[in-house]
């Protein structure tokens, strides 16, 4: 590669070592295998062997925390448990959930993304999904908290003044409205 070719990467090269991954997988060898993926493609990670300790992790520091990697071979119940948790939370519910699964069948796997989880990947995993998580983080919306839940959603991007309305109420689309101009005035 010439030098030339190499200053024009060198703009759209993404820095995943400021990514961090929260990864749950209850069995201790898979976790290590994954984490030193992971940590190969220079992703920060915090390993946990349980559900509970997701939550705790989550505690201590949900807004460094960019990607949670679950491997659902836990009890079911724990993991069903865990993502029910963190989506009904105004702040884990912004951290995407990415299952990870030895199981490969679509019914199961569509349980989970039903309950909130953005994504899955099926064991064992490819270098290439590895590398492209950080996307993952990166389509994820950011929550306004002033706006009504369920009524606008943003186009993704921060500071955006692009709506996209998902109600069809026109008296709180005329006041919601309004109000935006107002404040975009002031």
Not at 101 to 129: M, Q, W
Not at 152 to 177: A, H, K, P, R, Y
Request: hydrophobic content about 40%.
């Amino acid at each position: 590669m010439t030098g030339q070719a190499k200053s024009r990467n060198r703009g759209t090269s993404i820095d995943r070592s400021r990514v961090k991954i929260l990864l749950c997988d209850r069995d201790a060898e898979s976790c290590e295998e994954v984490s030193t993926l992971l940590t190969a493609c220079c992703y920060q990670v915090i390993s946990v062997s349980s559900a509970v300790k997701v939550v705790d992790a989550l505690n201590a520091e949900w807004s460094s925390i960019d990607i949670i990697l679950a491997a659902v071979d836990l009890p079911l119940e724990a993991s069903t448990a865990m993502l029910k948790y963190i989506m009904q939370d105004k702040h884990f519910k912004c951290i995407p959930v990415i299952i990870l699964s030895t199981n490969h069948e679509s019914s199961f796997l569509l349980n989970f993304l039903r309950l909130g989880a953005t994504d899955y990947l099926v064991k064992p995993l490819c270098i290439d999904e590895i590398l492209n998580l950080w996307m993952h983080s990166w389509r994820q919306p950011k929550v306004l908290d002033w706006l009504p839940q369920n009524n606008f959603q943003t186009s993704g991007q921060e500071n955006s003044n692009i709506f996209v309305c998902n109600d069809t109420d026109e008296e709180f689309l005329e006041n919601t409205m309004q109000k935006l101009y107002v404040s975009k005035r002031n």
